[in-house]
């Protein structure tokens, strides 16, 4: 079966093309109705501009492009969600979309409503910055950083995948087309406030550290020739229209002697840390008709003429909004009006690279249905190197922050596996005191149900499988199992623990379900259930059909179908598990119908319907120890441990069927005690030592 299933697979790796967008023009007008128009698509990205009419002129208002296009990272259905991004000039998100996903947690169990939700957190956030996902709720008290958005609860690795497309599609695009990307992304550029040097107004002028622009008639002229409003202003050539003085001040040396100690402490304070202040003053008086610090300025708003600009993307500059007075300030500065914009740290605004202060003119033609023409005036600011401090995070990889994250989790994980391993491997220790081992393993399974099941959510599926064999035939990624440490972990150990023990010690001691079946049981004894014997043959036949509904479901994730998804359903993990029961009635029937079952046929669902089971006994074959012990008397004449045996795994001639074994240890408490083990009762009686002694596997 392995075999043919491989070749299916190694036939569909080269057949199968690898997924793309699936959205054309029509679909994105739906998306983006009038008055926005969608303009052509990229030749070298996958992107659509998205258009707005502005005076009288088509401007780009987003580009629009499929993350699956850009950043196809597999979910754990393992194939890569799909979602729409509007992405602004200035690095902010317009919006954000589902089209498609594969998520097993949002297709049937917590429904699509909380991912939609989820993605809508992006609107007005920037690409420019790490966005990660947080506690579920985490903004709610405002305690959040802006840069965090609410996770799901139950869906924390799926919404770390959904972040992680929303990103790299983003970043793909900044780098592609609005001229940002890896360069400012997390970078951290403060100015150094021990770093003072006492300099007049001159003295800033002349290095550059303060810069100065002018506008004459005579150069808004030659800006404005050819469209019919190039006529000069009132005065000759030489009258200054706009006269404007341009700093940043953060950096000590600056700000300090423009504003004086005092003021320049409260800029800071107000402004708070990452954030940065740019000074615009005018020398012209507040009437000058080309003013843009005029009488129609509006404290608090972002200005109309003033933009700031680094890589030829605009920064968003606010004004401040601080009181206006004049006193304190440097000698030499003209009494003109005047702002101070604050960008905020979300902006990616570099003040240590060249940035650059442009003025907007604007005049109009036409008397009835008048025409806005605009002509811009920039002056560039290079502020040295050593004023500043420059700190880009070295985060690593974007699935290091759910190992940050999840950290706790997984160290409790580990000291369980660290102190399971040498439980199970000294036989003659605690297994051998039959009544020390039931409370270890119930409390152990009480661990894997509570915390590696219910709160860890680490309930290793089919699901993960399926990823695995899409991977294999389309995204030719892994990446999607790292965003589940605890799972993944799991999974490391599952895998070691094959190949020496068998399928045994994910079955019987780390599976939550399989716990939750085991405490379920309990109950048959009060209930006076007294358990089904399933004839041999019929228990033959019946344990085959959990690897009918593994290869169906293998096949059908192989050949791209969705009814892989749907097959996957036979597991109730998500229902019990993930979703704590939280779910459609179907499904909660069904999951309740497998544990009620258990209390007439011991672990029914793990012994004849479980994929994950049915794929670990397969590979348990490769298991190198035959690690049971066993007497020459097991099978014949014995079979106490037969009978014992719930799952069925000790056949009548006393060997360890260990593809079924679920390594309960109950056989070995048996046979290491001398009142329970028949050959050795019999043996004290006649006097005579008997010894253990490990039997072939099945």
């Not at 958005?149 to 900044?174: E, F, K, W, Y």
């Not at 009494?335 to 003025?359: C, H, K, M, N, Y």
């Not at 915390?451 to 990624?477: E, K, M, N, P």
Request: aromatic share 8%; net charge neutral.
């Amino acid at each position: 079966m392995l075999t043919h299933i491989a070749l299916l697979l190694a036939i569909l790796l080269q057949i199968l093309p690898a997924q793309a967008g699936q959205l054309d023009r029509g679909a994105l007008e739906r998306y983006f109705p009038p008055p926005l128009v969608v303009g052509e698509k990229d030749g070298a990205l996958p992107v659509w501009p998205i258009l707005k009419q502005q005076a009288g002129s088509y401007e780009v208002f987003a580009y629009a492009f499929e993350s699956v296009d850009l950043a196809p990272i597999p979910g754990f259905g393992g194939t890569p969600p799909d979602l729409l991004v509007a992405l602004a000039p200035d690095g902010t998100f317009r919006d954000v979309k589902v089209i498609s996903q594969h998520e097993p947690v949002f297709l049937e169990g917590l429904g699509p409503e909380p991912l939609l939700a989820f993605v809508d957190q992006y609107a007005s956030l920037s690409a420019r910055q790490a966005i990660r996902v947080g506690r579920p709720n985490a903004r709610a008290g405002g305690a959040a950083p802006q840069t965090t958005v609410d996770g799901i609860s139950m869906a924390t690795a799926s919404t770390r995948v959904i972040n992680q497309s929303i990103l790299a599609s983003a970043l793909a695009v900044a780098r592609g087309k609005l001229g940002f990307g890896a360069t400012n992304v997390g970078l951290k550029v403060e100015a150094k406030l021990d770093s003072f040097e006492k300099l007049s107004l001159s003295d800033l002028l002349a290095r550059g550290w303060v810069k100065r622009l002018t506008v004459t008639n005579d150069e808004a002229a030659k800006a404005f020739k050819g469209t019919g409003v190039e006529d000069p202003a009132d005065g000759p050539p030489d009258t200054v229209l706009s006269d404007i003085y341009v700093a940043y001040l953060n950096a000590p040396s600056i700000g300090r002697n423009l504003l004086g100690q005092a003021r320049f402490d409260a800029l800071l304070r107000e402004l708070g840390p990452g954030n940065h202040a740019v000074m615009v003053l005018s020398a012209g008086p507040p009437d000058a008709p080309e003013n843009p610090l005029g009488e129609r300025f509006v404290l608090g708003s972002i200005p109309d003429r003033l933009t700031i600009g680094q890589g030829g993307l605009i920064v968003t500059a606010r004004d401040m909004a601080v009181e206006r007075r004049e006193a304190g300030l440097a000698e030499g500065l003209p009494e003109g009006s005047w702002t101070i914009l604050r960008i905020d740290q979300a902006a990616g605004f570099d003040p240590s690279a060249p940035w650059v202060l442009t003025e907007t003119i604007i005049r109009e033609r036409g008397q009835i249905l008048s025409e806005k023409i605009t002509r811009t005036f920039p002056v560039e600011t290079t502020l040295p190197a050593d004023l500043f401090t420059r700190v880009k995070p070295d985060e690593g990889p974007s699935w290091i922050d759910p190992w940050r994250a999840r950290a706790p989790e997984l160290g409790l994980i580990a000291l369980m596996l660290a102190v399971l391993v040498p439980v199970l491997a000294r036989q003659r220790g605690l297994v051998a005191d039959a009544r020390r081992f039931a409370v270890f393993r119930f409390g152990f399974l009480a661990l894997t149900l509570g915390f590696i099941g219910w709160f860890g959510q680490a309930q290793l599926s089919i699901v993960t499988l399926v990823g695995l064999v899409r991977a294999a035939t389309t995204t030719h990624d892994l990446a999607f199992l790292l965003y589940d440490p605890p799972s993944l972990v799991l999974w490391v150990f599952v895998l070691a623990a094959l190949v020496v023990w068998g399928r045994g010690t994910f079955c019987g001691w780390l599976c939550p379900f399989g716990a939750l079946q085991e405490f379920v049981a309990l109950l048959a004894k009060p209930l006076r259930i007294r358990q089904i014997a399933i004839p041999a043959g019929l228990d033959r036949v019946l344990r085959q059909a959990k690897y009918i509904v593994l290869a169906g479901i293998l096949v059908a994730a192989a050949a791209g179908s969705p009814l892989a998804d749907s097959l996957s359903e036979v597991e109730p993990f998500k229902t019990a598990i993930t979703l704590t029961f939280v779910r459609s009635w179907p499904f909660v029937a069904y999951a309740v119908g497998l544990l009620v079952l258990n209390l007439f046929v011991f672990k029914g669902f793990c012994r004849y319907l479980c994929p994950l089971g049915a794929s670990l006994a397969l590979l348990g074959r490769v298991r190198m120890l035959d690690w049971i012990p066993r007497r020459a008397e097991c099978g014949s004449p014995c079979q106490l441990c037969k009978v014992r045996c719930r799952y069925g795994a000790i056949m009548p001639s006393g060997r360890i069927d260990y593809p079924e074994c679920f390594q309960c240890m109950d056989c070995v408490t048996i046979i290491h005690d001398p009142g329970q083990c028949v050959p050795q009762v019999l043996a004290r009686k006649r006097g005579r030592p008997v010894s253990p002694q490990p039997a072939a596997a099945a």
